[in-house]
């Protein structure tokens, strides 16, 4: 992109990195489904907040999860990027 090799130039291929990444990702949101993307797996998928409220076994669920975080089988690996918080 840069001829220079300045620091204009490191600035300029970098907004033009993000731009093709945000390129790539509405690409990518227009692919998903329609609806609720998630696992049937309650051992690594919160259950709905609702649910949470009103049922026991979800509330141990979510606290299991929240606290132990999910089993992961041997041989695999886990490693969170990110923690959001629950809102």
């Known amino acids: 992109m840069g001829i220079k090799g300045d620091n204009y130039d490191r600035y300029y291929v970098r907004m033009r990195e993000m731009d093709e990444s945000v390129y790539m990702m509405r690409q990518l949101a227009q692919m998903l489904p329609e609806g609720p993307i998630n696992v049937d797996d309650r051992r ?9 409220y009103t049922e026991i076994e979800s509330l141990i669920n979510h606290f299991k999860l929240v606290m132990d975080g999910p089993v992961v089988p041997a041989g695999d690996v886990y490693w969170p990027t990110s923690h959001p918080t629950a809102s």
């Open 44 to 52: 690594c998928s919160f259950p709905d907040k609702a649910l949470v």
